[in-house]
């Protein structure tokens, strides 16, 4: 968690890396990297989490990826996080 919290702060810098962590064989890389992308709250993002989403292979990923998206979605909007990226 802190290492993704140091991340977000980082910010758009980071975005890059962390979505090729999305591809990570392992299942908590993936899902640690979907939660940071939510953090950050890039629209760049949005591709890599909608295939992490689609993905349906471990649950804590598709979570953390579809909160990400709703992070992503509310930034844009100018709304304030519904409690989906904590």
Request: aromatic share 4%.
């Amino acid at each position: 968690m802190a290492a993704a919290a140091a991340l977000a702060r980082i910010g758009t810098p980071v975005v890059g890396e962390v979505i090729r962590a999305l591809g990570d064989a392992d299942p908590r890389t993936r899902m640690w990297a979907a939660y940071t992308l939510g953090l950050i709250g890039d629209p760049a993002a949005r591709n890599a989490l909608l295939a992490a989403a689609a993905d349906g292979s471990d649950g804590g990923v598709v979570k953390w990826a579809r909160a990400a998206l709703e992070r992503i979605d509310d930034l844009q909007s100018g709304r304030s996080c519904r409690g989906c990226c904590r």
